[in-house]
């Protein structure tokens, strides 16, 4: 089916969706998913860079108990913004956006996503959105933290506003994204394609689709009645006038929390296909994976009360939002005991992929089990609000979907520019960055529960030390995302060509690698699931890779 | 699953202390049945179970006790509650844990755990106002510092005209009296008894209650009694509802007790 | 067959990516429902913040809506739900290939559209005078605790379902200006049934709406 590592050398293809018109307009009026992609993945990697220099900010404030190189108010918009371009322009579009739409039609054996012109549109409100959102940080600033609690963010004197504007618009792009990866799935499989022969990662974007579609509007509701409070003075959130914060925060939650599952289940989705490739095995048991994802989704709506433990809802409330909020870990666990047993005796590829993926299934364990804990309803009255929480959601959100993201970035790499990267420097950066990740954010967990408050410019001087800890690690952190930013762009112009170096059998290996602009000439027929390693599929109709 | 353990934290003994926490920006007042206010400074006397009514001027805070395990949100115009007995003495850090603006990560205080007679000492001294002003002050228009909160809401009652529909005589009521010379409930054993309300539940007249009845008195409405009763809201700030709960719980035969009382004749007495 | 008007026929193009007509039919279907439940759960939001006032202040609740223009809530009612069956009848005759009457009862059902939106106007406009402002409320007539909350909800309630009918609106009149170009036929009349799908649900947010805000 594929040319194994050893097979003869190919050459670069001549046409592909790279060279399919050169033209600045070409670029940006592009229908293609593939551009698109691309398009996305420049995005996401300048914002990545933006949050993650305001998190560098934050942690040089924090080497030191008082004051160290910015004033409080500088420091309110630090973390503000740190968590508004992390979450809204980095986390939830990244994973979707780039390798969703880049490999998920081409999984299906479809030319492209149901909505061409949509997707286009989506990548240009993601844009519009990131630049309201920008523009108002300059001009007034956001320091109600990325949350925007009332009746704080509705009296504050800083451009919450245009914030919030900002990201209702970036709330529509996600929903498009979401309705368009749905409408594909159910409508553009290609024959033979039942929806037990999907891949695992079609079914992590599925299901993160939903969520996108369902909880999304929430947010964007609760995002007008805020930004309308704040600029018109409409007093829904208004304690003097009988408004009730509380409100607000069942409404915000009731997105946000399926939001980190927006955030989270990419990331799986990635791993599902990185394990089974880097191992050479089919996953142990795709229907549990499957249905963990939508299982998941679902669960996910319902978790949202446990933000609010200590806000004063009754304790019955408490108690079910907790057990709820443990259901999603029996979900978790599932995927990781079947991508254990998938490398377990699998023929394994060590490379930098599978090194970010074992980083991902220690890190997500430890992250996940704090996540159970802080479910827990009256240990998290001693967490909530702590460093212990802000751990806890870096574990998943760095360890767990950052990494799946490098791993996809660097699995996929030749898949979308016909390039082999350096295995000795991904190396490396990775164990930086695994390493730099520990540092970084081991410290922290300590530090909530010696009792250091989030969102703290200055702190009690006993938590110095593991402060100054933590920053060092992120230095590290820094450095190796640097590291990989550097190797990859040089390999994007001058790696040697590759293509499936690993011989995986995903089905987005089907095609030529860069894959022309209509991915098949010929629409393939499936007959069986992807990553069959066992035996050699015969008659499996590959499509032409007429150039 | 912890829930066994989180509704013990949330569920204060019947003999507890009350302490009124204030949040605001950016610092916390604790004010004390018995008269005193503080700044920056929580007493409490050590082994004796404490609750805490929370609540916020401004924005949400969130009052926390790292040494305690112990965090319960501040939100405006609400009453949030938590309790605990301390078993050490000693000075313990509080800091604000729900992000309230530029200076959060200082609006810091201290739970001051004192033995029985250190805490009685205190308590006196505030009351004669010889204690050390340094954690003593409130704003304008505050409690004043020495005046015991029940005689502060019993003056604040007076003044809004309360008193002018609820009576405290405690003189005994008749068996069988009709109560229709009065136009509201009286207070007089009023906290923490069983009330039958218009709409036929039961609910207990505890300070959640008694507070809703000044902001919002048509939404419960005692049995044989008219909804003529106006809403205070905006009209009593939130140290002069307080001083007026006080007050009422003052307004008892027993001060403590820990079953609810038998109410007056309006109430029907059922099978007890 | 089409009459031989002014207007030509325009073809039906396959999009490269769909194998059939079918399913590229069942892909925009699907797509305008998945829009549609975006759209409820928008709204329900706003049902959740009514509900959870209403359970705090419901003597508020109960005196604004006396106080609220009910024969304008109910005339838009009619009106709405009669401009819901101009343009069912519109898709009807839509995918018959009967563009011209398709696009005929596509403008009443614009014009009663606009009708919505001027007696909406006028609501307004009454309440601004008396003074019954979310940002600033002075209404004299309703002063009860939570009187403020009731008209900011009513406000925002209606003014987002007002949005969403100049929204509706001009989806109908695109669609309108395709009819009168003849482009619809039985093979291809999607566009037309989706615009009619938006508009219903335009609609039926009000039907709840209604009741909730002036009924009870």
Redesign the interface.
């Known amino acids: 089916m594929n040319p194994s590592p050893t097979a003869e050398a190919r050459v670069f293809p001549a046409k592909h969706y790279l060279n399919d018109g050169t033209t600045v307009r070409s670029w940006l009026l592009t229908v293609d998913h593939k551009r698109i992609a691309l398009l996305y993945l420049i995005s996401v990697l300048v914002a990545f860079a933006l949050g993650g220099f305001f998190a560098m900010l934050i942690r040089l404030e924090l080497l030191t108990p008082g004051p160290t190189i910015v004033g409080?108010?500088a420091y309110?918009r630090l973390f503000t913004l740190h968590g508004m371009v992390m979450i809204f322009l980095f986390m939830i579009p990244a994973i979707p956006g780039v390798f969703g739409n880049f490999m998920l039609?081409i999984m299906l054996g479809?030319?492209?996503?149901?909505?061409?012109k949509l997707n286009l549109l989506s990548w240009y409100l993601y844009i519009i959105g990131a630049a309201i959102l920008l523009f108002g940080a300059l001009h007034g600033g956001l320091?109600?933290?990325w949350t925007f609690?009332?009746?704080?963010s509705t009296?504050?004197s800083t451009a919450v506003s245009t914030c919030l504007l900002g990201a209702f618009v970036l709330g529509f792009s996600s929903?498009l994204t979401g309705?368009?990866f749905?409408?594909t799935t159910?409508?553009?499989r290609a024959p033979g394609m039942g929806w037990h022969r999907i891949p695992l990662f079609v079914w992590g974007i599925y299901a993160t689709s939903v969520i996108q579609?369902?909880?999304?509007?929430?947010l964007?509701?609760?995002v007008?009645?805020v930004a309308?409070e704040h600029a018109?003075?409409?007093?829904?959130f208004d304690?003097?006038?009988?408004?009730?914060?509380?409100?607000f925060q069942?409404?915000f939650w009731?997105y946000s929390h399926p939001a980190v599952y927006i955030m989270v289940l990419p990331s799986m989705a990635v791993v599902s296909e990185v394990v089974c490739a880097y191992s050479r095995k089919n996953m142990f048991g795709y229907a549990a994976v499957a249905y963990s994802s939508i299982g998941i989704a679902l669960v996910g709506f319902f978790a949202w009360g446990h933000h609010l433990?200590?806000?004063?809802q009754s304790?019955f409330a408490?108690?079910m939002f907790?057990?709820i909020s443990?259901l999603v870990g029996v979900f978790t666990a599932i995927k990781v005991f079947n991508w254990v047993g998938t490398l377990y005796r699998g023929s394994i590829t060590f490379s930098a992929p599978f090194a970010y993926i074992c980083g991902f299934l220690f890190f997500v364990v430890f992250g996940g089990m704090t996540g159970v804990a802080l479910?827990?309803?009256?240990?998290?009255?001693?967490w909530?609000?702590?460093y212990f929480v802000i751990a806890h959601f870096h574990f998943i959100m760095v360890a767990a979907t950052l990494m799946a993201f490098l791993a996809g970035l660097h699995y996929w790499f030749p898949k979308m520019f016909g390039k082999k990267y350096p295995e000795g420097w991904a190396m490396l950066a990775s164990g930086i960055i695994i390493l730099g990740f520990a540092a970084t954010f081991i410290p922290q967990f300590l530090l909530g529960n010696?009792?250091m408050?989030?969102?703290?410019?200055?702190?009690?001087a006993q938590y110095q030390m593991l402060n100054v800890a933590s920053s060092a690690g992120a230095s590290l952190l820094a450095f190796g995302f640097t590291l990989v930013l550097i190797y990859l762009v040089i390999a994007l112009f001058q790696g040697e060509y590759a293509d499936n170096p690993v011989g995986s059998r995903g089905f987005e290996w089907l095609t030529q690698s860069p894959p022309i602009t209509?991915n098949f000439e010929t629409?393939p027929v499936f007959t069986h699931g992807p990553h069959e390693y066992q035996e050699v599929p015969a008659e499996m109709t590959e499509p032409s890779h007429a150039a | 699953m912890g829930y066994r353990d989180y509704v013990t934290i949330e569920t204060p003994p019947a003999d507890s202390m009350d302490i009124y926490v204030m949040g605001k920006q950016w610092m916390w007042k604790f004010a004390y049945p018995q008269g005193p206010n503080s700044v920056g400074v929580l007493h409490v006397p050590v082994n004796r179970p404490v609750r805490l009514l929370i609540t916020s001027r401004d924005v949400i805070h969130s009052f926390y006790v790292p040494a305690f395990r112990m965090k319960q949100d501040a939100v405006p115009n609400r009453y949030t509650q938590i309790s605990f007995t301390a078993t050490e003495t000693g000075r313990f850090q509080v800091l604000c844990a729900e992000y309230c603006g530029t200076n959060h990560s200082k609006m810091w205080a201290e739970v001051d755990v004192m033995t029985e007679d250190a805490f009685d000492t205190w308590i006196k001294d505030q009351q004669r106002g010889l204690a050390h002003r340094q954690d003593m002050g409130g704003a304008p228009g505050e409690v004043a510092p020495v005046a015991d909160m029940a005689t502060e809401g019993q003056k604040v009652a007076a003044e809004k005209g309360c008193l002018r529909c609820h009576t405290v005589d405690k003189a005994p009521m008749l068996a069988g009296a009709p109560s229709e010379q009065h136009i509201g409930p009286t207070w007089v054993d009023l906290y923490q008894r069983k009330t039958k309300l218009s709409s036929g539940e039961t609910i207990l007249a505890d300070e959640a209650y008694l507070t809703e009845s000044m902001m919002d008195p048509t939404v419960k409405v005692v049995q044989g009694y008219q909804p003529v009763m106006p809403s205070y809201q905006g009209n009593l700030t939130g140290p002069e509802a307080a001083a007026i709960v006080e007050y009422i719980k003052s307004l008892r035969s027993d001060r403590v007790q820990t079953t609810p009382l038998q109410g007056p004749t309006y109430e029907p007495i059922t099978n007890r | 067959m089409q009459p031989s008007a002014a207007a030509h026929e325009a073809e039906y193009h396959l999009p490269h990516h769909f194998s059939t007509p079918e399913a590229h039919n069942h892909a925009v279907r699907l797509g305008m429902w998945l829009f549609l439940a975006t759209e409820i759960l928008l709204f329900a939001g706003l049902f959740v913040a009514y509900f959870v006032y209403r359970g705090y202040f419901p003597e508020a609740f109960i005196q604004g809506a006396k106080h609220l223009d009910l024969w304008a809530g109910t005339t838009n009612t009619v009106i709405l739900i009669t401009s819901s069956l101009t343009v069912a009848l519109a898709h009807h005759y839509a995918h018959t290939g009967r563009n011209r009457t398709a696009g005929w009862l596509l403008l009443v059902s614009i014009l009663f559209g606009l009708v919505f939106l001027v007696i909406k106007g006028i609501e307004y406009h009454h309440k601004f005078q008396e003074g019954a402002l979310p940002w600033h409320y002075t209404y004299s007539e309703v002063t009860v605790p939570g009187a403020a909350l009731f008209y900011t909800i009513y406000f925002f309630t209606t003014g987002l379902h007002a949005l969403h009918v100049c929204i509706g609106l001009g989806v109908l009149t695109w669609i309108m200006v395709r009819c009168f170009k003849n482009e619809f036929s039985a093979q291809y009349y999607a566009p037309v049934e989706l615009g009619g799908l938006y508009w219903h649900l335009v609609d039926l947010v009000w039907i709840f709406l209604y009741p909730l805000l002036y009924l009870v």
């Open positions: 409080p108010l309110n039609p479809a030319k492209d996503v149901a909505f061409p320091d109600t933290g609690y009332t009746p704080y009296t504050s929903i309705l368009n749905i409408v159910h409508t553009l579609v369902l909880a999304t509007p929430v964007g509701l609760v007008l009645l309308f018109f003075g409409f007093g829904l304690p003097a006038r009988g408004g009730d914060p509380i409100l069942h409404l009731f433990f200590v806000s004063g304790a408490a108690g907790g057990s443990m479910a827990t309803v009256s240990l998290d009255i001693a909530t609000d702590t010696a009792g408050p989030r969102r703290y410019y200055e702190y009690p209509h629409i």
